[in-house]
């Protein structure tokens, strides 16, 4: 490995490790900063970010969701009856019901030994699945934002290297979590969100919805978020994500967020998690069609305040209790999004970039990278962990080696200079 030509001061200092969440600083500075291009870029993204909200809601008001049940719901009707006043397959109320996913369709429910508080919870949760196309609006606009930040605005044109911790102010990634949170989250509630584009796509395909098409365009959609750039949709508008990253940028317990876990673990129990969930869903195992695995560890379940069960309510205390110290769990160990969006994402136009002949393999944005994906992108990896678009890296190169963009002649080919070093862990 060849030296590096910078001397151990001008290397960056500890505050670059991610295990020290940086304060929200410097918004009005660097807007200030930004060049008059770079302040159309930012008012015209904005712009379009709100007309994309805007219509969302125009289309929601044409297409009302359905928030209330229909009226006259008992179980003196049959499953067939319901489940089309429900707008679900059969299947669908079945499974809701705890009955066979075969039970007949044309017997009253009572008749099936359903009561009718069974049935009225049932309803409820079916209805809190349905909701309004307004958010797959806002997951545009916030992707949108992310991007045009990431790409464009984050480094004001003409700034030099010295000047980078003024860079990708932290600040405006917090507010487009906190929008994502409590507009996203806990306003429009959990339904859609992408962990459930995927799993609704299978639950489709054994029946539990009558339409696997649509299902399949709203996987498509958040597939679609992930490849424009790295994880975008998870980094920048997931509103789960958006909780954990919020509580790991806290500024407690530092000493205690340094610990990485090796992508091939944490990657490693994500998918056979979704192996598992495909074998159970089609019934390979267990022999009954429909077990849905993610059902007990659903965590956007918060954004509707509704639990069906204790361990529900527990997993998702044990998560947010984790993402004090471990950046993301859910989406490291379990989302199986975060699987299906890693294998895409390693085709995104847009990601991080380094340029090899720049780089002196200092370590400073493997220090700073909250996962394994900077290391690997100074290892020149075919294959990269998870990136999440935090920016975190893009203000530490001494050398300006690093830029989030589409590739270029040089850039995104592996560093040549030797090894990278290991991430260590917050040191
Ligand atoms: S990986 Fe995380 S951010 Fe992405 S969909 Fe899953 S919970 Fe949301
Ligand atoms: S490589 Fe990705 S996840 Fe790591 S610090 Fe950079 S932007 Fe964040």
Not at 91 to 120: F, I, M
Not at 296 to 301: E, M
């Amino acid at each position: 490995m060849r030296e590096s030509p910078l001397s151990p001061d001008r290397i960056p200092p500890a505050e670059t490790t991610f295990a020290e969440a940086r304060i929200p600083s410097g918004l009005a500075g660097w807007f200030a900063s930004l060049s008059a291009g770079q302040r159309r870029w930012a008012i015209g993204s904005l712009a379009v970010a709100v007309l994309l909200a805007g219509a969302g809601l125009i289309v929601d008001a044409w297409l009302p969701a359905r928030t209330q049940a229909p009226i006259g719901l008992t179980v003196a009707l049959t499953v067939g009856q319901v489940a089309s006043a429900l707008e679900i397959t059969g299947k669908g109320l079945a499974r809701e019901l705890e009955l066979p996913l075969d039970a007949p369709k044309n017997k009253p429910l009572q008749e099936l030994g359903v009561p009718q508080e069974s049935l009225d919870h049932a309803v409820e949760h079916i209805l809190s699945h349905t909701s309004g196309l307004v958010k797959y609006f806002l997951f545009a606009a916030l992707v949108l934002v992310g991007l045009v930040f990431t790409v464009r605005l984050g480094r004001p044109d003409g700034s030099p290297a010295t000047d980078r911790r003024t860079w990708y102010p932290r600040s405006f990634f917090i507010g487009a979590l906190v929008v994502s949170v409590v507009v996203c989250g806990f306003l429009l509630g959990k339904s859609p969100n992408p962990m459930e584009g995927v799993v609704k796509v299978f639950k489709a395909l054994v029946g539990l919805y009558p339409d696997p098409l649509v299902k399949a365009l709203a996987f498509a959609f958040f597939l679609g978020l992930a490849a424009v750039g790295n994880k975008l949709i998870c980094g920048w508008a997931c509103p789960f994500g958006a909780l954990q990253e919020l509580i790991f940028t806290l500024p407690v317990l530092r000493a205690r967020k340094g610990k990485r876990v090796p992508f091939l673990i944490s990657n490693g129990l994500r998918g056979l998690l979704f192996v598992l969930s495909l074998v159970l869903m089609f019934g390979v195992v267990g022999g009954q069609k429909g077990f849905v695995l993610y059902h007990g560890l659903n965590p956007f379940n918060l954004f509707d305040r509704v639990f069906e069960t204790a361990f529900m309510l527990g997993a998702l205390i044990v998560t947010l209790l984790l993402s004090f110290v471990l950046y993301r769990p859910f989406c490291q160990f379990v989302c199986p999004f975060g699987f299906a969006s890693w294998l895409v994402e390693q085709f995104s136009w847009f990601r991080v970039r380094i340029d090899p002949a720049a780089c002196t393999n200092c370590g400073a944005c493997t220090r700073a990278c909250p996962t394994q994906a900077a290391a690997d992108t100074l290892a020149g990896e075919g294959w990269r962990a998870d990136c999440f678009s935090c920016t975190r890296c893009l203000n530490v190169c001494p050398v300006d080696a690093l830029r989030y963009g589409l590739a270029g002649p040089t850039a995104g080919e592996p560093a040549t200079r030797g090894a990278p070093p290991q991430p260590q862990d917050g040191s």
